[in-house]
């Protein structure tokens, strides 16, 4: 029987969604790299022949990613970046098959550094112009810290404006938590016939 992750996290959600898109020689993004987790989850998807380029703006994200990376030996196909997201054509020039990003602050860190919403749409977009035909920008949306509904909303305004000819963005969200449970947003490039 296939094993699953339950369905009270919204990382999991993610992750169900992103298996679907991403394989074996794919370029990912890791926008928010955090504590590392997606960045080695997508490593370990795109294999030895795909890349993984992750940014945060702090330090100790850096620290505890390379840890991780360094452990499963992925050096040769994760790349980790002291930069912030909005930075990103600066460094990925490949086409990607996803984007993942975890908005909020990271856990267990300085809680007064966030994600903003003008370098998160900016990221956002650099990420959406990069993506390849059926690739994926996964946004996953916290909004229980100051700043978090702002954002939100910035997201999902760029989000409901992008041509439905060209992509389909879909929600998906948790209805019976309290205390501003998270959402994600999908941003998937359609494929042009």
Known sequence: MKK????????????????????EGDVCIDATMGNGYDTVFLAEIVGENGKVYAFDVQEEAIKSTEK????????????????????????VKDSIKCAVFNLGYLPRCEHRIITKPDTTIEAIKQSVALLEENGVVCVSIYTGHEGGMEERNAVFDYAANLEQKEYNV?????????NNPPSIILIEKKKQV
């Open 4 to 23: 699953r992750n339950n369905f009270d996290n919204v990382n999991n959600i993610a992750k169900m969604y992103i298996k679907e898109v991403i394989g």
């Open 68 to 91: 991780k990376v360094k452990k499963l030996e992925f050096e040769d196909r994760v790349e980790l970046i002291l930069d912030g997201h909005e930075n990103i054509s600066n460094y």
């Open 170 to 178: 879909f929600e998906s969200k948790f209805i019976n938590q309290k």
